[in-house]
């Protein structure tokens, strides 16, 4: 009889722990937001894209939601990473724009970001990758100290990141406030409106270039590992980078930070710079898409979200993990160097069947890749529910049963849409291309604006017009049609709409 009690309270005890083991997985489930920088919404095969294979992430959007009408706020880098950070429109912010290499940090410190979020919860945080969210206190700085504030002053225990974006100086890594690698006898210097110290530019030295810069756009100043940058610098030979070990080198540093953190729950910013310029993959990736450089690039990040995917698994952490994967704006071919994806493009067209790209008003310029992964909570599916990159701060303070921050005004509780359990997402939503659009019930209403309708150096539509453009989205997702003059009752209501918006919170 005593042996039978025994048992019978072990069995009991065994269950109460396995519920509570299952139940704290759930509530704190590791969170890995990996962030792309122009990936456009055809680039990927689960996307339908036909003359490029993306194995890893296609498995990764066949055990989660993919999402056919997720987006960015922008349509360009900076903005699109400030409101992934604070959970509001960048616009509503001024000076949130594409930031130089030395720009000074941009996001608040003294307010709830994403990152504070997780930290708030017990999680050990870290970004590894872009971050071109600007460092220290103002432009003029010393990058040869402790260059702060930064990422770990907005939210991360751990960064190791590169300032800005590829193709501009300082070509550095920094972990932490430090530059890696930097030999205190080669200070490094960065100006970017004159020219400093000895090194060759590409505009006077186009014969020391691997990859020739694009006639009239610039990147053509200090020449870094035989590409010509946007910005000059000097010195910090040693610690400069190869961009054949970049993305090497942000997954390492990932990994590492996935082992050292397993047994804790654990949020990873993980930005990789791929396909942004200038697209120059590791060898082994080279020549594999017959695309160029750019589909290599492609190749490339695809092989890198499948790495972190086996490591996941490996340590036992791929259930109760979520990811996140998407990317800051739409896709450019030519965005300051010669390389082949311009002549590519009729054999894959990066945006798919959307109009303009990166820098536009039209749904190239947001509508992006949008992925979420959660195998112990999500059941598989493909979603069209309007959802944002602003709405991952309020659905993930849901998710981990935090307090929506108050300044995350336009951030939404998304958990539903986010998990699968509805396609209900936004009803409302504003994107910014060059000039602002509303997005509501699946029409789209983008403001009048003087601005040129066709950017000739990249060769995208922008969505300028000097009168009010209306499409609409559900049965014309090529912005084709212009029907503002045939709905002139309902042009005008989404675009009182839209100046409602601005003006509230
Ligand atoms: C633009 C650059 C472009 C790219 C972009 C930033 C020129 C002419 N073009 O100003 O090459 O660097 O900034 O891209 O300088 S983003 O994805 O980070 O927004
Ligand atoms: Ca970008």
Redesign the pocket.
Known sequence: MKQILFLILIANTLGAFAQKQKKTLKDKPNVICIYV??LGYGDLSCYGATNIKTPNLDKLAAGGIRFTNGHSTSA???PSRFAFMTGQYPWRTKGVA?LPGDAALIVPTDKVTLPKLFKQAGYQTAIVGKW?LGLGDQVEKNWNGEVKPGPNEVGFDYSFIFPA?A??VPTVFLENHKVVALDPNDPIKVDYYKQIGNDPTGKDHPELLKMQSSPG???NQTIVNGIGR?GYMSGGKLARWVDEELSSTFLDNAKAFIEGNQKKPFFLYFALTEP??PRMPATQFRGKSGLGLRGDAILQMDWTVGEVMKQLKALNLDDNTVIVFTS??GPVLN??YLDEAEAKYKDHPPMGKLRGG?YSAFEGGTRVPFIVSWPTMIKPKVSSALVSQVDLMATFASIIKQPIPKEATDSEDLTKAFLGQSDQGRSVYITQGGSLSIVKDGWKYITPSNGQAFNK?VQIETGNAPTPQLYNLNEDIGEKNNLAEKYPERTKELAELLEKMKQSK
Do not use: F
């Open positions: 920088d122009d360009t880098c900076t594409i071109h974006t193709d501009r756009q610039g990147h946007i942004h310029v800051d704006n965005d300051g990166k150096e």
